[in-house]
């Protein structure tokens, strides 16, 4: 290295040096990033993930059209009519585990399906009891809900029958238990209804929610059976096929293409929509095919599925609105809200979010009463029931390593904004527990956690830019954490997406970029890093470029080798050449940093919020390695920055140290080091002048001593 430092810098030095760079301090090279050596491996993954999560540029308006109101209440009491059994018998598909279900309710008089509203769980019901009660001659009946206090009547009592309707023999019957009842056990009921149409010789089904009463009958109860809905599709044919019945055949075979063409399939964002939702669709599809709903209108109605969706899981999640009984709702709560920040996460790391978010719901519900966690629980099992998720296997991102985790996600790429904005913008009291929450994600220095909670911190930001500014940004900023201002800063850059929010956050960035605080400061040249809120990656590097005279270049060269990992180098190198030659030493200073920071760096730690699919194969190569294999195109303009640093007094030993380093890493990586290789000589030619014999001398032996 000495012999580079003598006969290369040296006597090139005296020639392509500008006569200020002969004098000052030597440059240094920041050997960190500003989160020091947290907060960097597996941040790309995160930011990846989640912004394919909140999916921030494709929400249109939720409702399609309609209004979306509260989900129904228990369904009506009284006989089910001829018709309507016809209808469910030519209509209804079962699912799986029919058949031992009719056999149990035959030979027990008593069933109890515990499963989600709009699951089908009530259409079977119906079907078992129709055909139970027609073997007998009876009819069926629905009698609302189960009693839901104290330990009522013996099992003979006719009062023990919901509606006070005297039990007919061979009768079938419908009831419904409460959504979350406290105040009596769900199998001391279950036994003495099951005694009581036993007695009368009928039958009886019991629908119970998922929730506290369905996980303690199905852990215990003979009669409790998880319900599994049938095949959507087949739910989908049948009503489309009852539905156009009188119509001629084409319009149901256009209906059926309709179903399948990827636009709706987009549009509706769910994998596989319950009964209750095929049905609708059906009717959706239906009246397309007649030309009683447009094209766009119909896309429109299958973009209200899950918004519809979200605002049935929040409609009644706090009553009876007091702790410790609004505990187990508030819980069902925090775990939609948590999946949809972490949704294709870690499940530990959802669970987790998930308890920090009840105990923050709890506490603003009742302040006088601090709950605690239920120590034996089954939050794995709870997750997929109560959000329709799916636990799987994956990977998490550690730098040089992956490790293998349980993951969680929700069935359709469009129920994670839904539960975000159907929580943010119409529950308003729920706003301040979740701020708090996601800011004490944002201080976490996992970025699996922190990038997570910051994208979303931005998204809801933009939803509502005066509250987020207040309640989620400006402590964030402001905060003493390095981690908490980068999460600020990734916030505000994916708050700037939305063109009417983003002259505000330029203008905020711009005042704190000319203003003494130093955290602020640093918090504007984090955002800028990531080529949204100014703009574009060239702006940015501009509003970098005035940082850079009062941090001397460490944020900003940071934020500006992020920039140089994004979507247009060429751009940013193009800007950082022509620094070379500006009479502003912070400029040039910048340009240098940004160039050797590029060497050290490895790709994967400077990610953006924008994608950069060309440099993916090289995440574990120093950047500028990378870039020399993905955009060739950068070669040149990259050689001129290096040799300027080379050759230029102040920076000429930083340079090398960078570059020595450079080498050594590409010497144990074959495909590294024919990238270096390629390079180096045109590192080592000035322009159009032939190559420097000694050089490249020094620069082959510096390969050949490594």
């Not at 704190?512 to 984090?526: K, P, Q, S, V």
């Amino acid at each position: 290295m000495s012999g580079i430092k003598t006969g290369y810098a040296d006597s090139r030095t005296r020639r392509n040096t500008p006569p200020e760079e002969r004098t000052g301090a030597p440059l240094d090279i920041p050997v960190d990033s500003p989160l020091g050596t947290a907060g960097e491996s597996g941040g790309a993954r995160a930011a990846r993930e989640a912004r394919a999560s909140l999916r921030h540029d494709a929400h249109p308006e939720p409702h399609g059209g309609e209004v979306l109101s509260a989900p129904a209440g228990p369904f009506p009491e009284g006989p089910v009519s001829h018709d309507e059994l016809v209808r469910l018998r030519r209509i209804h598909r079962r699912g799986p585990g029919y058949a031992a279900m009719r056999d149990h309710l035959r030979r027990t008089h008593l069933l109890a399906l515990c499963g989600e509203p709009g699951t089908g769980r009530g259409w079977t019901a119906l079907a078992l009891l129709a055909e139970l009660a027609g073997t007998t001659g009876g009819g069926v009946w629905r009698l609302g809900a189960a009693p839901a206090a104290g330990p009522g009547p013996g099992p003979g009592d006719e009062c023990a029958v919901p509606a006070g309707e005297k039990t007919a023999r061979g009768h079938g019957y419908l009831l419904e238990l409460p959504t979350e009842p406290t105040d009596f056990g769900p199998g001391g009921l279950l036994d003495r209804l099951r005694a009581h149409f036993a007695e009368h010789e009928a039958f009886a089904v019991v629908l119970v929610p998922g929730g506290a009463a369905a996980d303690r009958l199905l852990r215990g109860h003979r009669h409790a059976v998880p319900y599994e809905p049938p095949a959507a599709a087949d739910v989908l044919d049948a009503h489309l096929s009852d539905l156009l019945a009188d119509e001629p055949q084409d319009l149901l075979r256009r209906a059926r293409a309709t179903a399948g063409r990827a636009e709706v399939t987009e549009a509706l964002g769910l994998e596989e929509p319950l009964p209750g939702e095929a049905a609708r669709l059906a009717r959706h599809l239906a009246q397309h095919a007649r030309g009683a709903l447009s094209e766009a209108e119909l896309l429109a109605r299958c973009r209200s599925f899950a918004p519809r969706q979200a605002c049935a899981w929040f409609a009644d999640a706090d009553r009876p609105g007091t702790l410790p009984a609004a505990l187990p709702a508030l819980r069902r709560a925090a775990l939609r809200i948590a999946l949809a920040v972490f949704d294709g996460s870690s499940h530990s790391l959802t669970a987790e979010a998930a308890e920090l978010l009840a105990w923050e719901l709890a506490v603003t519900l009742d302040p006088q009463y601090a709950p605690g966690r239920p120590v034996f629980t089954a939050p794995a099992d709870a997750l997929p029931a109560a959000a329709r998720a799916m636990l799987g296997e994956g990977v998490e991102d550690l730098g040089e390593a992956s490790v293998p985790v349980r993951t969680v996600w929700f069935q359709g790429r469009r129920l994670a904004p839904a539960v975000l904005f159907e929580v943010w913008d119409h529950h308003h009291n729920t706003r301040g527990p979740m701020a708090r929450w996601l800011r004490g994600l944002c201080d976490d220095p996992r970025p699996q956690v922190w990038v997570r909670a910051a994208v979303a911190a931005g998204v809801l930001s933009a939803r509502d830019y005066l509250y987020g500014l207040t309640e989620l940004l400006l402590p964030l900023a402001r905060g003493d954490s390095p981690v908490q201002r980068m999460a600020a800063a990734t916030a505000l850059a994916e708050a700037s997406r939305d063109a009417e929010v983003r002259p505000a956050v330029a203008g905020l960035l711009r005042g704190w970029a000319e203003g003494g605080d130093e955290r602020e400061r640093e918090t504007a040249a984090l955002a800028h890093g990531y080529g949204l809120a100014a703009g574009s990656p060239a702006a940015s590097l501009e509003e970098l470029g005035r940082i850079a005279a009062a941090d001397g270049g460490s944020t900003a060269s940071y934020s500006a080798v992020r920039l140089l990992a994004g979507a247009d180098p060429e751009a940013v190198l193009g800007r950082l050449a022509h620094w070379l030659a500006d009479t502003r030493r912070s400029r040039r200073d910048l340009a240098l940093l940004t160039a050797l920071r590029a060497v050290r760096t490895r790709t994967s730690h400077l990610w953006g919020l924008r994608e950069a699919p060309e440099l993916a194969p090289y995440a574990a190569w120093p950047l500028a390695t990378g870039l020399l294999a993905a955009r060739p195109e950068c070669r040149t303009a990259l050689a001129e920055l290096l040799r300027a640093a080379l050759t230029w007094a102040r920076s000429a030993g930083a340079a090398e140290d960078a570059l020595v380093g450079w080498m050594r890493r590409a010497a144990g990586d074959e495909r590294q080091l024919a990238v270096l290789c390629d390079f180096l000589p045109l590192l080592a030619q000035e322009g159009r002048k032939p190559l420097d014999p000694r050089a490249a001398t020094r620069i082959r032996e510096v390969l050949e001593a490594l």
